[in-house]
C-alpha cells in the first residue's frame, strides 16, 4: 500500500510512503484487539480502593451487653459491620488490575488497529519535522494545512521530541506519541493518524521483528 507523503504546510512532497501489507492490511482480529484495549485500560487503573474492617476502624473494644439474657441477638463489639461506623465486610483491597498479554496477541492487535484505519483513509503520512521551541500556534496551524483540526489527531514521530509533546499539551484534540510507544487504544481513539516518514520506518521495523 503506498500513500502520498505532505509537506507540513498541506501540500504534495511529490514522493510516496510504502506501507507494508502485512502491517497495514491484514485480516483484523477483533478479539485481539478487544484483548489489548482491556489490558491498557486495566493497566491504567490505580488500584487503591480501600475499606477499613471491624479490626481497624477506631471504635470501642468494650462487649456492648452481656452473652445471654438481654432478649436479643449476641453481640461482641460495635465494630460489627451491621453497626453504622462499623468495619465494612469483604470491602475492596489494593490491588493491581494488570494482566499478561502474549506479545504476538499485542502485535496482531495493533496490526489489526492499523489496517482499520488504513482501511477507513485516516491515516496521513508527513515528512520528518522538528521544533526548536514548544509552539502550539505552529501546531495549530499544522493540522489546519492538513485539514484536521476538527478531528482528534494522534501525530506518531519516530523519535521522541518534547518541544512538540509539550506544544500539543494545550490541544484537546492533539495527542503526540513515538512509533515505539504507539498502543491499540491510541491508534483506535485517533480519528486521524499522522504518521512522519521517520515513524513508518519504525513501525515496519518493529513488527518484522516480531
Known amino acids: 500500500m503506498k500513500l502520498d507523503v ?3 504546510d498541506g501540500t504534495a512532497a511529490g514522493k510516496q510512503a510504502e506501507l507494508a501489507d502485512d502491517i497495514f492490511a491484514i485480516e483484523p482480529n477483533d478479539n485481539a484487539i478487544y484483548l489489548d484495549v482491556k489490558q491498557y485500560l486495566a493497566a491504567q ?4 480502593h480501600k475499606t477499613k474492617d471491624r479490626s481497624e476502624v477506631a471504635y470501642s473494644t468494650k462487649k456492648m451487653g452481656r452473652q445471654k439474657g438481654g432478649g436479643g441477638a449476641r453481640h461482641g463489639s460495635i465494630k460489627s459491620n451491621i453497626y453504622v461506623g462499623g468495619g465494612t465486610a469483604h470491602g475492596p ?5 494488570d494482566f499478561k498479554l502474549n506479545k504476538k496477541v499485542i502485535a496482531l492487535a495493533r496490526k489489526s488497529a492499523l489496517t482499520y484505519k488504513a482501511k477507513d483513509e485516516q491515516i ?3 515528512e520528518d519535522f522538528a521544533f526548536d521551541a514548544p509552539k502550539t500556534k505552529k501546531l495549530v496551524e499544522i493540522k489546519n494545512n492538513l485539514k ?6 494522534l501525530l506518531v514521530l519516530q523519535n521522541e521530541n518534547k518541544n512538540v509533546y509539550f506544544s500539543s499539551k494545550n490541544l484537546a484534540k492533539s495527542e503526540v506519541t ?3 510507544k504507539l498502543t491499540t487504544y491510541d491508534i483506535l481513539n485517533a480519528q486521524s493518524l499522522v504518521l512522519t516518514e521517520g515513524a ?3 513501525l515496519n521495523t518493529i513488527f518484522n521483528q516480531k
Open 124 to 126: 496521513i503520512v508527513i
Open 6 to 8: 505532505y509537506k507540513i
Open 200 to 202: 513508518v520506518e519504525v
Open 148 to 153: 484536521i483540526s476538527d478531528k482528534k489527531s
Open 93 to 97: 483491597r489494593p490491588r493491581d488490575y
Open 178 to 180: 513515538t512509533a515505539n
Open 45 to 48: 487503573r490505580q488500584g487503591t
